[in-house]
């Protein structure tokens, strides 16, 4: 702790440099490796276990000296000498990915103090519950490779392997869909089948899963399936995939995924869209992560989100 003592309080003071790199209610997170490599010469022949020694004892150092310096401003600021004010240091991580507010992915090797692994995930899209979990696990893949250093030519591989199983006739269709709850089946359906028709009336302004849960009840009415499985309701919780022109003139369906008609099957087979899917569930937000990383020719202001050391 020595070569600490004599530490200005700004060692790493470059104009126009934010060290800073994300900030949420109570909880600020800094790019400690400009201070490091000030402090320790040697730091790119350190490993990386010595680096995160080297790391918890300026945090630990520092934590002390802003809790001290509390202090003083509750005393100039608040004429008041004791307050509950303190710094800690919560956890150490050695790479991290911030997209926006509570949305992020750090590498944590120790947390409060106890060594550890792991890498947390807050917030990420691919996370939530309305997102395929076979892409939700692709994707939260190659966020733990990026994190941990892999190059853009092993994401570029993997994607590819990932595409071309995807897009394989041996993928079971059912694991595409997108999981969502139907809130607002009553709201736009507008009306039953005429006679000789086959499908409902949708009222306009109807959003894509609820107007594909409405062709799925539809079918199993046309088809007489309606007896032997169940029909979607109010507040099911379905999925939905868009589909290829079709002779029905549908342009997604939805389904349960506990009771899925055999000719529903066969029709999601011939007709589901994986391409669509691939592009719409996974593709599209690759793209953004692909920005964020520097990976495309154009300059992303997210690119410095991305850090390591």
Not at 11 to 17: A, F, G, S, V
Not at 134 to 162: C, N
Not at 230 to 249: A, M
Request: aromatic share 12%; proline share 5%.
């Amino acid at each position: 702790m020595k070569q600490l003592e004599t530490t200005p309080w700004f060692i790493c003071d470059k104009e126009d440099e934010n060290y800073c790199v994300y900030v949420d209610t109570d909880s600020n997170y800094y790019n400690a490796e400009p201070m490091l490599r000030k402090l320790y010469p040697n730091f790119d022949d350190m490993s990386e276990g010595e680096r995160d020694e080297k790391l918890e004892e300026i945090a630990l150092k520092y934590q002390d000296l802003i809790t001290k310096s509390y202090d003083t401003l509750a005393l100039e600021a608040f004429n008041v000498k004791s307050h509950r004010l303190e710094m800690k240091t919560e956890c150490m991580i050695r790479a991290g990915y911030f997209r926006a507010t509570r949305r992020y992915a750090q590498w944590i090797t120790k947390k409060e103090g106890v060594p550890t692994d792991d890498l947390d995930i807050k917030g990420l899209e691919f996370m939530k519950s309305n997102y395929p979990k076979i892409f939700g696990d692709f994707f939260k893949g190659v966020l733990q490779r990026v994190i941990k250093g892999a190059p853009q030519s092993e994401i570029d591989s993997l994607l590819t392997d990932f595409r071309t199983k995807i897009l394989s006739p041996d993928t079971n269709l059912t694991i595409l869909g997108n999981p969502t709850r139907v809130k607002t089946l009553d709201k736009y359906l507008a009306s039953s089948p005429r006679p000789g028709e086959m499908f409902s009336s949708i009222n306009q302004g109807a959003p894509a899963p609820v107007k594909a849960a409405i062709k799925y009840n539809d079918l199993l009415t046309f088809w007489k399936l309606d007896k032997q499985h169940s029909k979607i309701t109010q507040g099911d919780k379905v999925k939905w995939i868009y589909l290829k022109e079709n002779p029905y003139k549908i342009e997604a369906l939805a389904f349960l995924d506990f009771d899925i008609p055999e000719k529903i099957i066969t029709l999601l087979d011939k007709y589901a869209d994986k391409n669509r899917a691939f592009e719409s569930i996974l593709e599209s937000k690759l793209q953004g992560f692909y920005n964020d990383l520097g990976w495309e020719l154009n300059m992303n202001p997210y690119r410095n989100l991305i850090f390591s050391f």
